[in-house]
Structure formats: C-alpha cells, structure tokens
C-alpha cells in the first residue's frame, strides 16, 4: 500500500527554518510524483511546491512563499523534503505530503494519497 508519513513539524520563530520530511512506502519516487501543501485553519488547502523524476520540482507557491520552500528527494531513503526557510507567522499550517501520477494535477482534492500532516508554527 502507498502510504505517507510526515515529520519534522515544530515550532520555529520568525526568521528560523525547518525541514520536513515525506517519508514514502509501498512506492518509489521514480514512480509517483510528491507534492507538499498546507492548510492553516479556515483556510483552503494550498499547493506549495510538486517534485517528480521526469518533471523535477516544479514550484507552485503563490509570491510570498516562492523563494524560501525548497523540494528536494533522497531517493536512496525515499523520502521527500520541504525546506522552509526565513519563516513567517502566515506559514504556520498543517504541512501534507501527497503522491500522485504527475506534477500537473494542480487541484488538491484531485491527489490520491495523502500523509497525516504535520504541524508547523511560527511564533516569537
């Protein structure tokens, strides 16, 4: 079975950074593209950023997030990253990983498999 862990989630302040992780079973990352989002309470679920073998990260961020989120793989681990860096308040969220066919599936109901989510907050 596909499945999808999440981890890494925290408290950093304003300014710091964190990586989280998407650690994958029952798949390789050769075979399914990853996607990160998040979704902060109230909010509707936004895409932050899609990686796969054939597309390589492709970046989805709106202007306040594109910069200071990075994909990146370890396929030897086969796991996924999510770099933030120069966090800010509006960042803290619930941070999912998800798998799919490819990067181009742009609407987050439409991915099929989904971790857990990890929190992330950003507070001094």
């Known amino acids: 079975q596909v499945q999808l862990v999440e981890s890494g989630g925290g408290v950093v302040h304003p300014g710091g950074s964190l990586r989280l992780s998407c650690a994958a079973s029952g798949f390789t990352l050769d075979d399914y593209a990853i996607a990160w989002f998040r979704q902060a309470p109230g909010k509707e679920r936004e895409g932050i950023s899609c990686?796969?073998?054939?597309?390589?990260?492709?970046?989805w961020a709106e202007e306040s997030m594109k910069g200071r989120f990075t994909i990146s793989t370890d396929n030897a681990k086969n796991t996924v990253y999510l770099q933030i860096t120069s966090a800010k308040p509006e960042d803290t969220a619930a941070y999912y990983c998800a798998a799919d066919v490819g990067c181009h599936i742009l609407v987050a109901a439409a991915w099929e498999h989904w971790g857990q989510g990890t929190q992330v907050t950003v507070s001094s």
């Open positions: 990686i796969s073998s054939s597309d390589g990260p492709v970046p």
